[in-house]
Structure formats: structure tokens, C-alpha cells
């Protein structure tokens, strides 16, 4: 069953009250709408597929102008999946599918609406969903400067070995 596109204005008003605010001066809050695009289409459970996925905003904006675009894998059904990605600027994060509303952890945190996109020729009944419309309240990282890139590097911190994931020179 297609549902509408206007479904998402209301749940990311909802969001949006939510009152996302940045950690730091320097992360980015971002809010808007666009489309997520998946390499193989979707369908219901129990039936799951691995396949990969783009989001890009259409309308919206970041507080510091950036824009936003991802992409990534993701494992799962329509409302059901889990997955990973990484955004144009290099921010890695997860996201995660409970329904319509998707989690986003890690470098780009917040939450997203996914609904299928009724111009689609596909649908989640078949199997065949692969546009979906999405509405999103988030924060992300700032991107690295130029010449330095996200890398994971292991650092002590009170006598235990941890993984940090940092700027690091390129060169």
C-alpha cells in the first residue's frame, strides 16, 4: 500500500519540536526533505535483501550551508531495516528502521521519515519499493579541513585502549 508523501511534513514537524540542537558550535543542524534510492527494491518481512542506498535533500537547509547527501548499505525489509552509510563530507553513521521513523547514530545523529515515494513504480507489497521520500532533524559533525580525512585510531584514555575516530593529516 502506497502512502502519501504528505505524511512526512507532519512527523518531521514532530521532529522538529523535538528541538534538535548541536552538541558543539561547531556541528551542523540540519533539517529538510529529499529521496532515498535503493539498489535492489524492498519488500515486507520476512522476505530481506542487502542492497545499497542514496539520500539527497531536496529542499531543506544546514545551519552552516553544507547541504547534505549519503550513501551506504543497508540489510532489511520496508519499516525493518539496519544499515550504514557515510555523507558528501565524510561523516560515517548508522541508521536504523522502527516503521516509517529511522534512527541516525554516530557522526550524523537524529532521527529521518522514510515513506514510500508514490510516484514509484515499485511498492513494498511486491518487493519492488526502491524510491522512497524521506523528512529528516539532524546534527552532524563538522567535515574535516582540507588535507585531513576521518580515520579510526587507537588512543589510551584512563589506562584502556580505545578506538577514536578523528581528523588525521593526509599526508
Not at 529538510?32 to 535492489?40: A, K, V
Not at 551506504?72 to 563530507?89: D, E, M, P, Q
Not at 519492488?128 to 532533524?137: E, I, L
Amino acid at each position: 500500500m502506497k502512502r502519501p508523501a504528505v505524511l512526512v511534513l507532519p512527523i518531521l514537524i514532530a521532529l522538529a519540536s523535538l528541538g534538535v540542537q548541536p552538541a558543539s558550535a561547531q556541528e551542523d543542524v540540519c533539517t529538510g526533505t529529499g529521496n532515498m534510492s535503493t539498489g535492489s527494491g524492498l519488500g515486507e518481512l520476512p522476505t530481506q535483501v542487502t542492497t545499497t542506498f542514496s539520500i539527497t535533500f531536496t529542499a531543506g537547509t544546514c545551519a552552516l550551508g553544507l547541504g547534505f547527501a549519503a550513501s551506504g548499505t543497508l540489510t532489511g525489509a520496508c519499516g525493518h531495516f539496519t544499515g550504514s552509510g557515510i555523507s558528501n563530507f565524510g561523516q560515517r553513521f548508522a541508521l536504523t528502521s522502527m516503521g516509517a521513523v529511522v534512527v541516525l547514530t554516530g557522526r550524523v545523529t537524529g532521527v529521518m521519515t522514510v515513506v514510500e515515494d508514490p510516484t514509484d513504480a515499485g511498492s513494498c507489497t511486491t518487493g519492488s519499493a526502491r524510491r522512497f521520500v524521506v523528512g529528516a532533524v539532524f546534527t552532524k559533525d563538522p567535515p574535516c579541513p582540507p588535507g585531513y580525512a576521518y580515520v579510526f585510531r587507537e588512543q589510551t584514555i584512563n589506562g584502556v585502549g580505545v578506538y577514536v575516530e578523528t581528523c588525521w593529516p593526509l599526508a
